[in-house]
């Protein structure tokens, strides 16, 4: 089965930015893929950030679209998570997330998702 690992977390100042990498491995192609990022805040369940079609087509959630971007590299087998203007509300841990595509849409449905990454924390000070 394919493994997920996120790279890019750390520690920012509000206002700053932050790139997240999910790097599949070797055994998998992206390609064919629903690609996705989710984060957990303590206490909280999974919140759907953005996904990412095999064709480039790309959903946000409504409250972090123009903030965050995804994107997809299909020759490093890779991809980001773009992340601007980061608060302190920001403050999770970040999951990559994929599942094979299936027809339907790619969406922010954690339930759906076969295979996670291990998660990469991301603290916002003020």
């Known amino acids: 089965q394919a493994r997920l690992k996120e790279s890019g977390g750390g520690s920012v100042q509000a206002g700053g930015s932050l790139t997240l990498s999910c790097s599949a491995s070797?055994?998998?192609?992206?390609?064919?893929?629903?690609m996705a990022w989710f984060r957990q805040k303590p206490g909280n369940a999974l919140e759907g950030i953005a996904t990412?079609?095999?064709?480039?087509?790309?959903r946000y959630a409504v409250s972090l679209k123009g903030r965050f971007t995804i994107s997809k590299y299909i020759n490093s087998n890779t991809w980001d998570l773009q992340m601007s203007r980061l608060q302190p509300e920001d403050t999770a841990k970040y999951f990559c997330?994929?599942?094979?595509?299936?027809?339907?849409?790619?969406?922010?449905?954690?339930?759906?998702?076969?295979?996670w990454g291990q998660g990469t924390q991301v603290t916002v000070s003020s």
């Open positions: 997330a994929a599942r094979i595509d299936r027809g339907g849409g790619c969406w922010l449905l954690d339930h759906q998702y076969t295979v």
């Open positions: 070797r055994d998998t192609t992206i390609d064919g893929l629903c």
């Open positions: 990412i079609e095999g064709n480039g087509l790309t």
